[in-house]
Nanobody
């Protein structure tokens, strides 16, 4: 059984940074595309960033491009999302997801495994 566990969320002020982590237990991490999605209050869940088998495959939503960086550590079976210059509109529950590689998938239906989510709240 594959389990994804997110951590690193919290309440921060606008302009600051957070680093989310996603540990994958079970399965073969190196074969997964890893993605981050988020659901803001009253909105549908949306794509944030993804990374394929290697950094050759990267994708970012326009809203976070240049501010967020996704990475992976296959030895530690962990994916990270570094979020810089956070804005009020980044407030959401952030979900980690794993799917079949090798490309950086951007659609929810391309992901098989999901974490429970971690709350990120950005205030002024």
């Amino acid at each position: 059984q594959v389990q994804l566990v997110e951590s690193g969320g919290g309440s921060v002020q606008a302009g600051t940074s957070l680093r989310l982590s996603c540990v994958v237990n079970g399965g073969t991490f190196s074969t997964y595309t890893m993605g981050w999605f988020r659901r803001a209050p009253g909105k549908e869940r949306e794509f944030v960033a993804s990374i394929g088998w290697t950094t050759t495959f990267l994708a970012y939503a326009d809203a976070v491009k240049g501010r967020f960086t996704i990475s992976r550590n296959n030895d530690k079976e962990t994916a990270h999302l570094v979020m810089n210059n956070l804005k009020l509109e980044d407030t959401a529950v952030y979900y980690c997801a794993g799917g079949a590689g090798p490309a950086a998938n951007v659609k929810e239906e391309d992901y098989i495994y999901w974490g429970q989510g971690t709350q990120v709240t950005v205030s002024s």
